[in-house]
């Protein structure tokens, strides 16, 4: 079992930072780490994942998000710059044991006002 808890949510202006958080509370190590995230009225979609050796964006987030991990901590961050109204939604981390579990987070809001 692991219980994934994410910090660092809340309220920003338009072109401001957010640097996200998330901590794996389980004696496993993961394959894979990463976020999510679902606005209002849609779906569910990736923002970005980090292996052991490769990252993977979105289109409407590179160059502008950068997602690292601590492996030694089972924690993953994601930086968050230049941010957009259009960003605005509950971020959920996200993780996958080399067994193929997955595991979700219960979600951070974050907001970007115009």
């Known amino acids: 079992q692991a219980q994934l808890v994410e910090s660092g949510g809340g309220l920003v202006q338009a072109g401001g930072s957010l640097r996200l958080s998330c901590a794996a509370s389980s004696i496993f190590s993961f394959r894979t780490m990463g976020w999510f995230r679902q606005a209002p009225g849609k779906q569910r979609e990736l923002v970005a994942t980090?292996?052991?050796?490769?990252?993977n964006y979105a289109d409407s987030v590179k160059d502008r998000f950068t997602i690292s991990r601590d492996n030694a901590k089972n924690t993953v961050f994601l930086q968050m710059n230049s941010l957009k109204p259009e960003d605005t939604a509950v971020y959920l981390c996200?993780?996958?044991?080399?067994?193929?579990?997955?595991?979700w987070g219960q979600g951070t809001q974050v907001t970007v006002s115009s």
């Open positions: 980090i292996t052991r050796d490769s990252t």
């Open positions: 996200y993780a996958v044991t080399w067994g193929a579990v997955n595991y």
